[in-house]
Nanobody, 120 residues
Framework: QVQLVESGGGLVQPGGSLRLSCVAS????????MGWYRQAPGKQRELVAH???????NYADSVKGRFTISRDNAKNTVYLQMNSLKPEDTAVYYC??????????????WGQGTQVTVSS
């Protein structure tokens, strides 16, 4: 089993910053890609940022220049630094990981989500 646990969400004023963290644990042999998705009320879940094990990244156009994804492979952790937050960034943010387990199976795992609310 593999578990992903997010933290760092909360309420922030427009223009503020938050840093999300996601730690993966369990029967992990290796983690390939890790990423962040978000889902706002009434909308589909969308990719925010994605990071491969070798460090290649990509971002949604709406967050480019404001958000930064990073990883600590030794800690099986991915971060999302969010700056210049806007009300439209309000959503539940989910961590996602592409994992090879110690039993040589492969799977995509999700965290439980953390709420980010941008409001004055």
């Amino acid at each position: 089993q593999v578990q992903l646990v997010e933290s760092g969400g909360g309420l922030v004023q427009p223009g503020g910053s938050l840093r999300l963290s996601c730690v993966a644990s369990g029967s992990i042999f290796s983690i390939n890609a890790m990423g962040w998705y978000r889902q706002a009320p009434g909308k589909q879940r969308e990719l925010v940022a994605h990071n491969t094990r070798l460090g290649a990244t990509n971002y949604a156009d709406s967050v480019k220049g404001r958000f930064t994804i990073s990883r600590d492979n030794a800690k099986n952790t991915v971060y999302l630094q969010m700056n210049s937050l806007k009300p439209e960034d309000t959503a539940v943010y989910y961590c996602n990981a592409n994992v090879v387990t110690t039993t040589s199976s492969w799977g995509v795992y999700w965290g439980q989500g953390t709420q980010v609310t941008v409001s004055s």
